[in-house]
């Protein structure tokens, strides 16, 4: 079956960085719509970032635009985000998401997810 396997996260200062990384497998991954969601403690699950499989368009939350940034290597089946910037308002548990078609990352109901790697943000 396909996996998602995270890995990248941590504790950091504000205005600090981290680059998450997604390795995926089981699946052909240049058809995967991909995405990165987080959530913290008593909210909703927030989709952050996302890139389309067919155009590669990427999507960012308002709350990170500028600091976040998708990116895939097919080389490797890997899916990164990079996070600068950091505030304490990001913390939160980040998952990578996969799908065959953009609706499921768009409407946070994805086939396919991680199992999450916390990230921690410290003022």
């Known amino acids: 079956q396909v996996q998602l396997v995270e890995s990248g996260g941590g504790l950091v200062q504000a205005g600090g960085s981290l680059r998450l990384s997604c390795a995926t497998s089981?699946?052909?991954?240049?058809?995967?719509?991909m995405g990165w969601f987080r959530q913290a403690p008593g909210k909703e699950r927030e989709r952050v970032a996302s890139?389309?499989?067919?155009?590669?368009?990427?999507e960012y939350a308002d709350s990170v635009k500028g600091r976040f940034t998708i990116s895939t290597n097919n080389a490797n089946d890997t899916v990164y985000l990079q996070m600068n910037s950091l505030k304490p308002e990001d913390s939160a548990v980040y998952y990578c998401?996969?799908?065959?078609?953009?609706?499921?990352?768009?409407?946070?109901?994805?086939?396919?997810w991680g199992q999450g790697t916390q990230v921690t943000v410290s003022s």
């Open positions: 089981g699946g052909t991954f240049n058809r995967f719509s």
């Open positions: 890139i389309r499989w067919n155009n590669g368009d990427m």
């Open positions: 998401a996969a799908d065959y078609s953009y609706g499921g990352i768009w409407f946070g109901t994805p086939r396919y």
